[in-house]
């Protein structure tokens, strides 16, 4: 009799066991909403850079205006997908400036600091609207200021940028009479990018 407790004992205890193992073995693994929510969560903070190229023109209503290019790059800090702040610098190139700009020479060369972030949510999106703004000075000029609006284009950290900017930039220029005077003068630019 004892003989036949302890068989049935060992049989509910390995079926017990091989139940408990096979429960183990086909449990479906909880899905979170965001099945990518770790690999996104990687994305919102980091290193972030940018290379754009910009082309405008001046819009002043009294006397000459002027075209200018520009190459940029900037690199700073993602702290989310709506803020990164970062430093740029760039080689700027004024075209018909003779009239315009006090100075001999066509070059320029910005130095500014740079802030922007997305208008919405750009994780499900291909396309996402974007803000900038950028402050600072170029060497020979003055002070510069430049909102932008534009359109976020790819992956959330490798994607190419257009957009339109109106840039406020003090120029070393003449006066009416011909005399040497400083003016803040409007561009209005479309500038093209990739950023990481």
């Not at 068989?7 to 509910?12: I, K, N």
């Not at 006066?175 to 990018?193: K, M, P, Q, V």
Request: aromatic share 16%; charged share 20%.
């Amino acid at each position: 009799m004892l003989h036949k407790i302890f068989c049935a004992g060992l049989l509910l205890g390995t079926a017990l066991c091989v139940n408990a193992q096979e429960n183990r073995v086909n449990r479906i693994p909880e899905v979170t909403p965001d099945s990518n929510q770790t690999r996104y969560e990687e994305f919102d903070k980091g290193f972030w850079w940018s290379a754009e190229a910009l082309g405008g023109y001046s819009t002043r209503i009294y006397g000459h205006n002027m075209g200018m290019a520009e190459l940029d790059v900037t690199a700073g800090y993602r702290f989310s997908e709506y803020i990164k702040v970062g430093l740029g610098l760039g080689a700027r190139y004024y075209i018909n400036q003779d009239h315009v700009r006090r100075y001999s020479s066509a070059w320029g060369m910005p130095i500014f600091v740079a802030a922007r972030g997305n208008f919405v949510p750009g994780k499900y999106r291909f396309v996402t609207p974007y803000w900038g703004m950028e402050f600072g000075g170029s060497v020979r000029d003055g002070v510069m200021l430049r909102p932008t609006i534009g359109l976020h284009i790819g992956d959330p950290r490798s994607a190419f940028t257009i957009g339109l900017s109106y840039m406020g930039q003090s120029l070393a220029t003449y006066n009416f009479e011909g005399h040497d005077a400083t003016h803040f003068t409007s561009f209005f630019c479309l500038r093209l990018g990739y950023e990481f």
